[in-house]
């Protein structure tokens, strides 16, 4: 995979690259909204830097916002898989220079994907070699809630990768909602609750701590372009 990329003039650029640019770019879409929204920005979208701001934490008050890939890959076992194609990866920076690896996932009435149950019900070898990679790297020792999102587990993991390709000092998974109901809060909220963290629309909560290094989780709400 080539490691050059071009910068974005408008939202529409950011169309060729989703998996099906005709299914997946529709108004009221979430990478429809994503785009226009971080794209029309000036850094980042005011709903995300308030979340930021209102979070009293201070590795990630005033972060700058450096680069956006949207639509980025990352990989994991096995080798074969399809990677984790995250909505929009975000390279920030903290007031003391250090790296913030950002991993956006993008919604609107869409799910969050099968459970984790649905996910492995082939049991294919493959699948469990992933699963048993993504509980290593986060960390998780208990059984799971098998009625949990397999997405989710996976976004988190991109953040995880990402901060150690980058020796990023911080890391962040946000839900970025333009549904006005906020559709599927609660299946991001039980998997929130892994962490043992009850979270809040608009709140950023920590969640890990790997190696001294934290990584947060936040739902934030956007208006949809008019």
């Known amino acids: 995979m080539s490691r050059v990329f071009v910068p974005t003039k408008k939202p529409e650029e950011w169309r060729q690259l989703l998996a099906d640019p ?29 979340a930021l ?38 390279m920030a920076r903290t007031q003391n220079s250090e790296l913030v690896t950002i991993m956006v996932e993008g919604k609107v009435s869409e799910t969050f994907g099968p459970t984790i149950n649905d996910w492995l019900k082939d049991k294919s070898p493959g699948k469990q070699e992933r699963y048993e990679f993504i509980k290593s790297k986060l960390y998780i020792t208990t059984n799971i809630n098998q009625e949990l999102r397999y997405q989710l587990f996976h976004r988190l993991l ?63 709400h956007g208006d949809k372009k008019s």
């Open 53 to 90: 701001s209102d979070s009293s934490i201070p590795k990630i008050t005033n972060l700058e916002m450096l680069f956006g890939f949207p639509e980025h890959k990352v990989y994991f076992p096995p080798s074969r898989g399809r990677p984790s194609q995250n909505d929009l990866f975000v």
């Open 22 to 50: 005709e299914k997946h770019w529709k108004k009221g879409y979430s990478a429809y909204e994503l785009a226009y929204r971080w794209q029309e920005s000036e850094g980042f979208p005011e709903e995300v830097t308030k």
């Open 158 to 220: 991109s953040v995880v990768l990402e901060m150690e390709r980058y020796n990023s000092a911080a890391g962040i998974m946000l839900i970025h909602s333009f549904s006005n109901s906020n559709e599927w809060f609660e299946d991001y909220a039980k998997f929130i609750s892994l962490f043992s963290v009850t979270p809040n629309i608009g709140k950023i909560n920590k969640i890990l701590d790997i190696s001294g290094k934290p990584i947060y989780s936040g739902w934030v």
